[in-house]
């Protein structure tokens, strides 16, 4: 099957709008940074939000068949002895005689430094989890490890879980986290980060139901991003060839989203049959079985697990969203986000500063930000104004012109067409939380008009 030649939007572009207007910063930056860890800044803090919320609403909120956890990021340092990550959890890492730069082995084309050309060390495996001390005292002991997947705190809660829910099988627990990796290749700025959040989902079966449960997680979670607004074109379904399986797995695919660089995965899901709850049982001599009511018999569920990168869905969402248009002799830069992901829903613009407008706009934005995330500007032209509002997404402006003091109505201009309707004041709520929606901008509120400037 051919597939389609990567787009062509830059990373350097999303790098620069991302810093730009405050999405995405390096982290510590005023020391110069901190390699593969990053900041999230005004407008990046609510994009991460609202793709949690998005996914916290969809995997939990609408089902009746999963439920929440929050499980702590330090846990029992057996915990990764029986996950198999102290022993499997490492890339084969190689060092240039010559300057030094240390690479993974498995990423490189050939046998030399990619960077000086010199000749390297035989690969030895180098395990990614960093390591801290619990407690005041820094020895062997005391050893715990920053998780480097949430995955872990669902297997091990997991008779609590059934013990207090309830829950009969099939089920799920979703939990949203902090993980952290010592990766030895980093770079695509936030695509592969040192410390990053997942959203994971542990979905517990009968054995014999696990082939069904992977097909439907598979489908369900291709059809959330592309619910979100991303292009179908943009994702694809890999299968793991056997040879890279991770150790648990039985089954794998990856949901791989065309990124700027190229194919490569956002989410992977994978069937880790009865490994996790086997090796758990076994470290920690508790019995991780379920009884099955129907056959009378304890079993060990298998475990079908979609888990997804917040960092890279951000990044999936803002090369997706990203486009640039001519418009009057200037390049109007944009993001097409989808209203459930904008970080900003509504701007407020008066046309200008004259007090009687300004009054009359800042009570709309007071009105407005109690359900909203809403900007209010009042600065330069509002020309310039709807450009700042189109470069982070924003997909609806209200507009309070000297016409609005006379006939008590304001104007809706929409992100994508630019069109633009003139609404009563006090339509605005209603009338935008329908276009929020989805209701097309045309669908007019009482007393609403189609508007040409
Ligand atoms: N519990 C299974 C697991 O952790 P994974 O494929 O290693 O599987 C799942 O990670 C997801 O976490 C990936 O699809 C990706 O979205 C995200 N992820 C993994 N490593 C990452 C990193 N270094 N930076 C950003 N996101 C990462």
């Not at 609202?50 to 969809?58: C, G, S, V």
């Not at 997680?217 to 959330?224: A, D, G, K, Q, V």
């Not at 009563?424 to 509120?445: C, D, H, R, Y």
Request: glycine share 6%; with cysteine; net charge negative.
């Amino acid at each position: 099957m051919t597939e389609p030649t990567p787009r062509k939007v830059d990373m350097e572009k999303i790098v620069s709008l991302c810093r730009r207007r405050g999405f995405i910063f390096p982290s510590s930056e005023i020391y110069g940074g901190l390699s593969s860890c990053w900041d999230y800044g005004p407008l990046g803090v609510e994009l991460k939000q609202n793709i949690k919320q998005a996914w916290w609403r969809a995997v939990v909120q609408e089902r009746d068949d999963m439920v929440g956890l929050d499980a702590s990021i330090l846990m029992h340092p057996q915990t990764w002895e029986a996950s198999g990550h102290l022993k499997g959890f490492a890339d084969p890492l190689v060092e240039c005689k010559s300057c030094h730069l240390r690479w993974r082995s498995d990423d490189l084309k050939g046998d030399s430094c990619p960077s000086c050309g010199g000749e390297l060390t035989e690969p030895h495996l180098f395990n990614l989890m960093f390591k801290t001390f619990i407690g005041p005292i820094e020895e062997q002991a005391s050893v715990v490890y920053l998780r480097p997947e949430t995955a872990q705190g669902m297997f091990v809660n997991f008779e609590n879980v059934v013990n207090t829910t309830r829950k009969r099988l099939p089920f799920g627990i979703a939990q949203i986290g902090k993980a952290f990796r010592n990766e030895i290749t980093t770079g695509n700025f936030i695509f592969r980060c040192r410390e990053f959040e997942q959203m994971e989902i542990e979905f517990f079966v009968k054995p014999e139901t696990d082939k069904q449960w992977f097909d439907y997680w598979i489908e369900e979670r291709l059809n959330w991003y592309v619910k979100l607004g991303i292009k179908r074109e943009n994702l694809r379904l890999r299968q793991h060839t056997k040879d890279e399986l991770a150790h648990y797995a039985r089954e794998c695919y990856d949901i791989d989203y065309l990124y700027p660089m190229g194919w490569a995965e956002l989410e992977g899901i994978a069937n880790r049959g009865d490994f996790d709850l086997v090796q758990h049982a076994s470290f920690s001599g508790k019995s991780l079985t379920y009884y099955d009511e129907e056959t009378k018999q304890h079993i060990i569920p298998y475990i079908i697990e979609p888990s997804a990168g917040v960092d890279r869905t951000a990044l999936a969402l803002l090369c997706d969203a990203y486009d640039e248009e001519q418009a009057e002799g200037e390049t109007r830069v944009l993001l097409h986000f989808h209203p459930t992901l904008a970080p900003i829903k509504v701007a407020v613009l008066p046309l200008s500063r004259r007090e009687s407008l300004v009054s009359v706009a800042k009570q709309i934005y007071a009105d407005l930000r109690q359900h909203w995330m809403v900007n209010y500007d009042d600065a330069q032209s509002i020309g310039r104004r709807y450009r700042r509002q189109d470069e982070i997404g924003t997909p609806f402006c209200v507009t309070v012109d000297f016409q609005s003091l006379e006939d008590e109505q304001a104007t809706i201009r929409e992100r994508d067409t630019l069109n633009q309707i003139r609404v009563p004041i006090s339509e605005l709520e209603n009338t935008l939380q329908a276009k929020l929606g989805g209701e097309p901008l045309f669908v007019l509120p009482p007393g609403g008009r189609i508007w040409k400037e």
